[in-house]
C-alpha cells in the first residue's frame, strides 16, 4: 500500500467543502439543508475569510490569537450575535446560552452552583443505570438487522439527562414525541437562519419554530409545576437526594438574591435537556460508526477495557475508578470530538469599534455589527494547526507534550468564560457508554450505509447511523 492510500483509509468520509463560489446567493442555497453547504474549500486553509451577506459583513475566524481574543480575553467585546437568540428563543425563551452581559453573568453563577449537584461522582449512578438499560435494549435486537445507532445514543443521551434533571427515567411515550419535536425544530431552525440572511422578518420566521418548541416547554413546564408545588409544600428533598431541578429552584444569586422565576425555570430546563442530550448523542453516534469503520481501534478499546475491569463478567457494570482509568477511550471521544464537533459554528457580533480587530495591529476593517463566525469544524480541520488534519488518529490525544496543537485548535466545547460547563459530564457519560457498548459487542458498519451528516444546530446524520452489532 503507498504512504497515499494508507493515509486516505485513515480519512474517515466527511461532507466535503464545495469549491469556491463568490455568488452569496448559490452559497445561501448551500447552506439551505445544511450549514457545512456555506462553507468554501477556501474556508479550511486561510487564517481569516470575509464576505458579505446583502449588507451584513460575515467574518470566518481561524486565527489562534484572534479566537483567543473574541472567545477568552475580551470576550464582552463580541457577546453571542442576536441571531443566536433569535433562533432558539421559541424554545429556550432567554436561557443561559444565547444571552449577554450581566444577563448572561447572572444565570452563569446560579448554574455552576446548581452544577455542584452535577458533580461526576453524585451522577455516575444516573449515567450507570441509564447505560444499563441501553445495553438492555441492544442485546433484544436482531443482531443480523442493522441498528439505527444514532437513534439509540439520543434515547440513552436524554435518558442520563432525565435522571439527572429530574430523578427518574424517560418514558417510551415521552422519547417519541419529543425526539420528534426537537428533530422537526433543528431542521426548521437550519433554514430559518438562511432566510434571516435574506432579510425576511424575524417574527414571521419564529412563527413557523413556535409549535414544535410548544410541544417540548408544555410537556417541561408540567414537572416544573409539580416541582414547585411540592417545594411550596415544604416537601423539599434532603441535600443528597436533590436533583438538578430541585437545585435550580433553590439556587439563589448571592449578589443580587435572585431566584429563577418559574418561567425562567423552563427555559433553562428546556435548553439543559437539549444541550445535556442533543450533543452527547452527535459525538456518541459518530464515535460508534468510526469505531465500526476502524475495527483495529475498537479491538484495542475492547482490550483497554478487558485490562482495566481485570476478568470481570460482563453482567457486572463497570464502575466509575475503572472509567477513570480509560484514557484510549477518551482519546477515541476526543478525536471524534476534534473531526465531527456536535457544535460546528459559534456566532458572535463586533459591539465594540476602539479596538483594532486584526491581530496584527492593523487597523480594523470589521465593521461594527459585523458577524464573527467560529467554526470548531474548520479550526479542527485546519491544515494550519494539524498534522494530517483528516486523518482519524485518536493516538495524537495521548500524547502530553503541551506543544501538540494550539490550545484555540481544538474548542468542542469552547474556550474561555462560556465554555460549556457539562464538558466533564458529557466526557464522564461517553467513556462509560463506549466502554459497555465494546464490551458488548463487535460494531461494524452496514452494507451501502454512509450516514449524511448535516450542519445545524448540532451535528447530525439525516439518514441515521445503521451498523450491524454481533455479541463478543
Ligand atoms: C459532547 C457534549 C457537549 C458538547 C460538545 C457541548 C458543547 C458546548 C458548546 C460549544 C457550548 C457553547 C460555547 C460557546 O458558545 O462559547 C456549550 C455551552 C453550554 N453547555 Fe455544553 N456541550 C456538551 C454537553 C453538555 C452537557 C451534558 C450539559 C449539561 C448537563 C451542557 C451544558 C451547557 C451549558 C449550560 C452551556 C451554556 C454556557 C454559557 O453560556 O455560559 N453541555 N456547550
Not at 417519541?176 to 435574506?198: D, E
Not at 482495566?308 to 482509568?325: C, D, F, Y
Not at 495591529?361 to 459585523?370: F, R
Not at 461494524?444 to 444546530?457: E, F, Q, V
Request: proline fraction near 6%; aromatic fraction near 8%; include cysteine.
Amino acid at each position: 500500500m503507498t504512504e497515499v492510500t494508507k493515509q486516505q483509509r485513515n480519512e474517515p468520509p466527511w461532507p466535503k467543502p464545495l469549491p469556491y463560489t463568490a455568488n452569496i446567493l448559490h452559497r445561501l442555497a448551500r447552506g439551505w439543508k445544511t450549514w457545512l453547504g456555506l462553507l468554501n474549500e477556501w474556508d479550511f486553509r486561510i487564517p481569516i475569510g470575509e464576505i458579505n451577506i446583502l449588507g451584513l459583513p460575515v467574518f470566518l475566524i481561524n486565527d489562534p490569537p484572534l479566537v483567543r481574543r473574541i472567545l477568552v480575553d475580551e470576550v464582552e467585546n463580541f457577546p453571542k450575535h442576536p441571531y443566536t437568540l433569535w433562533i432558539l428563543e421559541p424554545l429556550i425563551g432567554r436561557a443561559i446560552f444565547s444571552v449577554n452581559g450581566e444577563e448572561w453573568q447572572w444565570q452563569r453563577r446560579l448554574i455552576d452552583q446548581a452544577f455542584q449537584v452535577a458533580k461526576l461522582n453524585r451522577v455516575f449512578p444516573s449515567m450507570a443505570g441509564a447505560t444499563e438499560d441501553f445495553i438492555k435494549r441492544l442485546h433484544e435486537h436482531k443482531s443480523q438487522q442493522p441498528i439505527d445507532i444514532d437513534a439509540e445514543m439520543t434515547l440513552v443521551t436524554a435518558d442520563v439527562i432525565m435522571r439527572t434533571i429530574l430523578s427518574r427515567p424517560l418514558s417510551e411515550g415521552e422519547s417519541k414525541k419529543i425526539f420528534l419535536a426537537f428533530s422537526r425544530y433543528q431542521r426548521k431552525a437550519g433554514r430559518a437562519l438562511v432566510l434571516r440572511f435574506l432579510n425576511l422578518p424575524k417574527s414571521l420566521i419564529q412563527i413557523n419554530l413556535k409549535n414544535d418548541a410548544k410541544i417540548i416547554r408544555d410537556w417541561i413546564h408540567i414537572a416544573i409545576k409539580e416541582r414547585l408545588k411540592k417545594h411550596a409544600e415544604g416537601d423539599e428533598t434532603s441535600s443528597t437526594s436533590m436533583d438538578l431541578l430541585d437545585c435550580l429552584i433553590m439556587a439563589n444569586d448571592p449578589e443580587t438574591k435572585r431566584k429563577f422565576s418559574e418561567k425562567q425555570l423552563v427555559d433553562q430546563i428546556c435548553f439543559l435537556f437539549l444541550a445535556g442530550h442533543e450533543t452527547s448523542a452527535s459525538s456518541l453516534g459518530v464515535a460508534t460508526w468510526l469505531l465500526a469503520l476502524y475495527q483495529d481501534i475498537q479491538q484495542k478499546l475492547r482490550e483497554e477495557v478487558l485490562l482495566v475491569s481485570a476478568g470481570k463478567p460482563v453482567q457486572e457494570q463497570l464502575e466509575q475508578v475503572e472509567i477513570r482509568k480509560l484514557n484510549y477511550c477518551s482519546a477515541i471521544f476526543n478525536e471524534t470530538l476534534r473531526l465531527y464537533p456536535p457544535v460546528s459554528f459559534f456566532i458572535r457580533e463586533r459591539i465594540k469599534t476602539d479596538t483594532n480587530f486584526f491581530v496584527s495591529g492593523e487597523k480594523s476593517k470589521c465593521p461594527l455589527g459585523a458577524l464573527l463566525t467560529l467554526s470548531p469544524w474548520v479550526i479542527q480541520r485546519h491544515e494550519n494547526h494539524w498534522e494530517d488534519p483528516q486523518v482519524f488518529k485518536p493516538e495524537r490525544f495521548l500524547k502530553t507534550k503541551e506543544s501538540r496543537w494550539v490550545k484555540e485548535a481544538f474548542l468542542p466545547f469552547g474556550i474561555g468564560p462560556r465554555k460549556c460547563p457539562g464538558a466533564a459530564f458529557a466526557q464522564q457519560e461517553a467513556v462509560l457508554v463506549l466502554a459497555e457498548l465494546v464490551r458488548n459487542f463487535k460494531v461494524s458498519p452496514a452494507k451501502g450505509h454512509i450516514p449524511n451528516l448535516t450542519g445545524r444546530l448540532t451535528l447530525r446524520s439525516s439518514n441515521g447511523i445503521k451498523l450491524l452489532l454481533q455479541k463478543v
